[in-house]
Nanobody, 122 residues
Framework: QVQLVESGGRLVQAGGSLRLSCAAS????????MGWFRQAPGKEREFVAS????????YYADSVKGRFTISRDNAKNTVYLQMNSLKFDDTAVYYC???????????????WGQGTQVTVSS
């Protein structure tokens, strides 16, 4: 079993920056791809970004490309999401995710975090 715990979500002004962290634990944790989804009020959960185990491959939703950066530190079993130039539309619950490989679809996710709230004020 793998447990994913997000942190870093908070209220931030539009144009500001925020870094989310997701720490993975559990004896079954392996060379998983990891990433982030988000769900805004009244909307479906959507893909944000993912990264391969080695960090050599990254994927981003068009809506965040150029503003968000995903990275990971395998020694710490942690994945990060650096969020810059935040907009009101980035307001959502952000969920950490892990799967056998980097992913862009929730169906390929094996483990989910509990979510952390990011609120961007206009």
């Amino acid at each position: 079993q793998v447990q994913l715990v997000e942190s870093g979500g908070r209220l931030v002004q539009a144009g500001g920056s925020l870094r989310l962290s997701c720490a993975a634990s559990g004896r079954t944790f392996s060379r998983y791809g990891m990433g982030w989804f988000r769900q805004a009020p009244g909307k479906e959960r959507e893909f944000v970004a993912s990264i391969s185990w080695s960090g050599g491959s990254t994927y981003y939703a068009d809506s965040v490309k150029g503003r968000f950066t995903i990275s990971r530190d395998n020694a710490k079993n942690t994945v990060y999401l650096q969020m810059n130039s935040l907009k009101f539309d980035d307001t959502a619950v952000y969920y950490c995710a892990a799967g056998p490989a980097a992913f862009t679809r929730p169906t390929n996710v094996h483990y989910w975090g509990q979510g952390t709230q990011v609120t961007v004020s206009s």
